[in-house]
Structure formats: structure tokens, C-alpha cells
């Protein structure tokens, strides 16, 4: 999760002049990984400015290219020059060779003057070509690092942006801003948005925290007859658990769907590692990227009659936004109208009713899916993408309304969108979860000795309801933790409230009077005595081949009278390989791989041995019944058991190769014998 500083900002008072590492290094403290720093100014630097295209003279050249030669203002009219750079004229108007035709006269655009340094060390100067002395760079926005498109310049007039000449252009896209990325496990997936991210600065530094999504739901209407109809039907639930347990659906109309998107939006998504596509997608992408609740649009002249989620019928198909037909899966939660199919739950919509720069009415989908379902999906259909990394975590089962709410806000503040009064929300309920908390139950867990106040107000500060009862404590979850499941994790999180700091550090104390055994030891005199020899120890692995345990393993002998096509060895249920799908009965077959391993290498004289066990099955192998966990197994299953483990005898043994010494004056090579 990478999280933009000025983002976080807006949440909680992280101080101005924090930079991305103190960010990392206070979030430690609560358990997230640090992963990287994310900051634009790292790879830019010097006058980049914003300018003023004055004229622009088309020229052909003998290489067949047309480039204009432009001039172009930095600085203010009647505003004196304070840039600095070899090659900055004093004027404020600098001429520049650009070979892109996509602007005009009168376009401002960024300028990265003499003296700037772009991403890869690319540095400006001042330099004649196509016959002109060109000294500047008229800059598109894989130049600056910020997107993809390099097939034109980009004129700031595009961004909806109209700035002053000689701006600082990086000030003005972001450019400043940093972010931190830090690693969240699959358990918390409620750190995977800027909500989770503020809490847990909260929690660290100790300050209160203001649940802004709140806000966005005590906004949100009810709601009515008057919204689009959605019905939840699924015939098929995994492990007993729904595909949808909530589907809210909002309508506006009057979209601007192709209106910019706001530099404020697209440098904080480009900093979370998120592309800007358009004014819809990004609005959604926001809203998940700061709620943790992933959004769907839809075109809603596209939609055909009520929508219906449901499980993909064997064989149905659906191309989705990236363009690719695939054949769903009857395990696959679908989002279907009267037309069939038009998306895949929590993974990917359809092709059928994107939204586009023509569209006008957009449906705000705001769900919560299966977690096993949507990650089944996802790696099915090889489409891991945001949303079903969310999904696929847990997403907050009760701030569908409030994410839907601040996608409609975003939408009328900037695509100038009218909020239809329609409102669905189809809810199966929700049941939070209630732990037992035993008293003495986390000091014994942890050795710390937490007292009643402590262990109340870490639970408290994540969230939880708490309740004393006679035996300790009932704790009620918060919606958005979903891994918090038992008393094993609540203890883990007053651990790491209270600080992983506060939890001394003792090591164990070896009992008195306790060494080797005398197998032990035996064992240490012989590998030491080897290896002091001369010798150098290998470890080759225990599994081996069935023709490899009967060709080595004396003293199974095949006669006419008595021939043995296999030796009795044990079988691998689950090998890594099904060519050595079985444990060694000796310890030679491991040797000689490892001998033909180093000849083909280029070592020609080799000493080597192993110590290891080798397994050799017994009358009987393996138990027909296996206990159930959580009990301890009677004696005579414990006996059956143990009846069924094979004979694990040590044995030594050595492999010798070439001659004990390489060739050297006055000493002829003596090939490896019995001495």
C-alpha cells in the first residue's frame, strides 16, 4: 500500500516536514513492513517551469522530419528574469526544437529549462540542432515521469488547469508530494486504504482518530422503491458463506464523463500506483484507494432490465474491460442483467457497459463479495487486480452506502453530475462478532502482565465493545477487523497496541547437568574424525527413486530361485517429484548423484560422506485412521502410530573419486584406496 503523505494529511496531523521515512518508521511500531519511498523530486530537478508558447515555424529537414521551432515565454511579461542556467535568456523567452505538432500558439505547457535533471539522469542544455541553438525542452508526460503518453506534449489546458507563465510546474502536478509504501499482510486488510493506514498512525503515535467515513454514511440517503432493482441469488455458496451479502446502486445523470481530472486526484493516484484513465475510473480508484471499498461503474443507458448476482451458469461467457473473451466457472460470482453477463464480481466489469467519454448516466456500484470467491476467481481467470485484492481480504461489510456517497459527491463536484433520487440497497444483515476474552488469558500468553484497565483500552482504541463478564471479558469486533476471529487474535493486538517494546526479552536457561547423549556424542567423534580426515560432509536429499532403492539396497538379492523385482521401500504420498517418489533405504544413491554432479562440473577428485537416517518400512506402514485435532489421541492410537513409522536407522557412508592429492612436484598422484 503506498500511501501519499499529503493524503494522509487530510485524515491526521501528520506534521509538514515529516518526509515518507519518518511515516515508515512510525508505522513499524504497530506491525507494517516498510517497503519503499516513493518521491517524484528525487529523479527532477531544476527550473521547470510552466510556459507560454508564442509561435511555432514548422521545418523540414533532409531526414524527412518536420520540427517546429518554437518560442516560448517563462517568465511574466515585464517581469524580471531571476531564473539561473547556462542557456536561460534574459529575456524570459527561450527558443526550442520540438518535434511534437500537437499544440498550438498560445498553449501553456512545461518548460524544463538548461540546468534541469529529468527521470534517468537525462540533463537540459543548451545545444544546436536542426540549425538552431535550442535551449529547453518543451516536455510530454513520460518526459516528466508522470504517465504514459509520449505521443504529444502535454498542454496543461487538457488538465483543466490555466496557471500563471514561469509557475513552478512541479509544484503545480505534485511533483513535491511523497509517498511511503508499506507492505500489509493478507490478515489486515483493512490497512489496505488511507482509513486503515490514518488508524494505524493513530495508534502509533497515540493520537484519537476521526472515522471520516463516517461522515460520508450520516450523508447518505435511505433507501427506495425508486432504485434500480438488484436481486441477490446465489444457488452455490462456498464453505456455507454467500457470494454477496450487500449490493448498494446509486444513479446520476449529466455526467461529463470526458471533463479532466483535477491534478490534486491524478498526482496522489500516481503516487499510490495507480494510472490516470479518466474522470470516472479515477473517482472510483480514489474512493477505494481512501474508504478500502472498491466501485464499479456502469453506463446505465447500457444496462438492460434488473441486475441480478448470481453464480456463472457452465459455459457462459463474458468479455471483460480488458478486452479478453473468458469461460466462466460455476464457482464464479457474476454481476448479470437481462442481457447475460456483465461482470465479474469484485474482479473485473464487462466490456458491454463500460463507461465512456460519451457516457452520461452512471450506475455507482458498491458491493461486498465472498472473500474465498473473488480470490478463487481472481487466480482463476489470472486477473488479480485492486479490487480483488481487497475483496479477497475482507472488505468492511457496513460502509458500502457512505463509499457509494462520496463516489456521487466526487462525481457532481467535478463531471458536474445531478444525483437521481433512486437509492438500492439489498442487505442479507450483518452479525458482528463476539468474543470470550478469559482474564488471565494474554498475561499467559504473552508474559506481559497486563492489567484489566490495559487490556480494555488497547481493545477499545481498535475499535472493539468491550464488556467485563465473570470469566473476563466479551469483546465485540469492529466491522472492519474480519480477522479478528478468536482470543488468539485479540490477545495479538494487545500486544501490539500496548507495544512490542513493552515485552521483555529472556532467554531460555539450559537445564543443569544435560549434554549429549552417547548416541550423540558417538555421532559428533565420528563426523569430526571424517572430516579432520580430510573428508568433506554433504547432505544429498532423502528421496531417491524406486530403481535406485533396488539397485542399492543390500542384502536384497534377485536370484532365479527367489528374484525380487522391488524392494520394500516407502512411498511418498505427495512427492516433489514423481520420479523420486520414494525415501532412500540407503544413503549411496545420494552420493553418487552428488559425485556426478561436481564430474560434470569439472572436479575430478572428491572425498566425500553422509550421515542420515534411512527408512525402512516395517510389517505394518502407516494408520488407517487419523486422529481429530484438538484432543489428545488415546494410548492405542498412539501405538498404532507409532507401529506404522518406519525404522529411521543412521548410517555412514563415504564415496571416493580421482586421487587423493592434484598433481605437484615431487609427488605423483595416488588414486583413493582402502588406506
Not at 506 to 511: I, K, R, Y
Request: proline share 7%; with cysteine.
Amino acid at each position: 500500500m503506498r500511501v501519499p503523505l499529503s493524503w494522509l494529511r487530510e485524515f491526521v496531523p501528520v506534521a509538514e516536514d515529516a518526509s515518507a521515512e519518518d511515516l515508515m518508521a512510525t508505522l513499524v511500531k504497530v506491525g507494517l513492513e516498510e517497503e519503499d519511498v516513493h518521491r517524484p523530486s528525487d529523479e527532477l530537478s531544476g527550473p521547470i517551469v510552466v510556459g507560454q508558447v508564442l509561435s511555432m515555424e514548422p521545418e523540414t529537414h533532409s531526414n524527412g522530419k518536420t520540427v517546429n521551432w518554437c518560442q516560448v515565454r517563462v517568465v511574466p511579461e515585464g517581469q524580471e528574469q531571476t531564473l539561473t542556467g547556462k542557456g536561460i535568456e534574459p529575456s524570459g523567452v527561450q527558443g526550442i526544437i520540438c518535434g511534437a505538432h500537437n499544440f498550438k500558439p498560445g498553449d501553456k505547457v512545461v518548460v524544463t529549462l538548461p540546468g534541469a535533471v529529468l527521470p534517468g539522469g537525462f540533463e537540459i542544455t543548451a545545444r544546436k540542432t536542426y540549425g538552431h541553438k535550442s535551449a529547453g525542452m518543451i516536455a510530454s508526460t513520460r518526459e516528466l515521469g508522470i504517465g504514459d503518453d509520449h505521443g504529444g506534449i502535454l498542454v496543461l489546458s487538457t488538465l483543466g488547469l490555466d496557471p500563471e507563465v514561469g509557475t513552478d510546474a512541479m509544484e503545480l502536478l505534485g511533483l513535491y508530494d511523497q509517498a511511503a509504501e508499506v507492505n500489509v499482510t493478507p490478515d489486515r486488510g483493512y490497512a489496505f486504504s488511507l482509513r486503515g493506514i490514518a488508524r494505524e498512525w493513530c495508534h502509533a503515535t497515540g493520537s484519537s482518530f476521526e472515522d471520516f467515513v463516517l461522515a460520508y454514511g450520516e450523508r447518505a440517503p435511505e433507501a427506495n422503491e425508486s432504485g434500480h432493482p438488484v436481486a441477490l441469488r446465489d444457488d452455490a455458496p462456498i464453505h456455507g458463506n454467500p457470494g454477496c451479502t450487500r449490493f448498494v446502486m446509486r444513479e446520476v445523470s449529466g455526467v461529463k464523463a470526458d471533463a479532466p481530472v483535477p491534478t490534486w486526484m491524478s498526482s496522489r493516484l500516481r503516487l499510490a500506483g495507480v494510472r490516470s484513465l479518466s474522470l470516472p475510473v479515477d473517482i472510483s480508484n480514489y474512493v477505494m484507494l481512501e474508504t478500502g471499498q472498491p466501485l464499479h461503474f456502469y453506463d446505465a443507458d447500457k444496462v438492460q432490465g434488473e441486475i441480478v448476482v448470481r453464480r456463472a451458469a457452465a459455459g457462459e461467457k463474458l468479455v471483460t474491460l480488458d478486452g479478453v473473451e473468458r469461460t466462466l466457472h460455476p464457482e464464479d460470482i457474476v454481476i448479470a442483467d437481462d442481457s447475460g453477463v456483465i461482470g465479474l464480481a469484485g474482479v473485473m466489469g464487462g466490456a458491454s457497459t463500460e463507461v465512456t467519454d460519451s457516457t452520461t448516466r452512471i450506475l455507482v456500484e458498491s458491493a461486498r463479495f465472498d472473500e474465498v470467491s473473488v480470490a478463487r476467481t481472481a487466480r482463476r481467470h489470472k486477473l488479480i487486480s485492486e479490487s480483488s485484492k481487497r475483496f479477497e481480504r475482507g472488505v468492511d461489510p457496513l460502509i458500502q452506502a457512505a463509499a457509494a456517497q462520496r463516489a456521487v459527491e466526487l462525481l457532481v463536484e467535478l463531471a458536474g453530475a445531478q444525483v437521481e433520487p433512486g437509492v438500492t440497497d439489498v442487505s442479507l444483515g450483518y452479525e458482528p462478532v463476539v468474543i470470550d476474552l478469559p482474564a488471565d488469558y494474554t498475561a499467559g500468553r504473552i508474559g506481559v502482565d497486563y492489567s484489566p484497565e490495559q487490556i480494555e483500552s488497547c481493545l477499545r482504541e481498535i475499535g472493539c465493545s468491550v464488556e467485563r463478564t465473570e470469566s473476563g471479558y466479551a469483546v465485540t469486533v469492529p466491522s472492519w477487523r474480519t480477522d479478528l476471529r478468536a482470543k488468539e487474535d485479540l490477545t495479538e493486538e494487545i500486544a501490539r497496541i500496548d507495544g512490542y517494546a513493552n515485552i521483555p526479552s529472556t532467554l531460555p536457561v539450559a537445564p543443569a547437568g544435560r549434554g549429549y547423549t552417547p548416541e550423540q556424542a558417538g555421532k559428533r567423534r565420528a563426523l569430526n574424525a571424517l572430516a579432520a580426515s580430510g573428508l568433506t560432509e554433504v547432505f544429498a536429499y532423502p528421496f531417491v527413486s524406486a530403481d535406485a532403492n533396488n539397485l542399492w539396497s543390500a542384502p536384497w538379492v534377485s536370484t532365479p530361485e527367489n528374484p525380487v523385482t522391488e524392494v520394500p521401500s516407502v512411498r511418498l504420498e505427495n512427492p516433489i517429484s514423481s520420479a523420486e517418489g520414494w525415501m532412500r533405504r540407503s544413503l549411496l544413491p545420494g552420493l553418487v548423484e552428488v559425485l556426478k554432479r561436481n564430474l560434470s562440473r569439472g572436479f575430478k577428485n572428491l572425498a566425500i560422506f553422509e550421515a542420515g537416517h534411512v527408512f525402512i518400512p516395517g510389517e505394518q506402514l502407516g494408520s488407517e485412521s487419523i486422529p481429530p485435532l484438538g484432543a489428545r489421541p488415546s494410548d492405542e492410537v498412539l501405538a498404532d502410530l507409532n507401529a506404522g513409522i518406519p525404522q529411521q536407522p543412521t548410517f555412514i557412508a563415504g564415496l571416493f573419486a580421482g586421487t587423493e592429492h592434484e598433481v605437484m612436484p615431487g609427488a605423483a598422484p595416488r588414486a583413493f584406496d582402502w588406506r
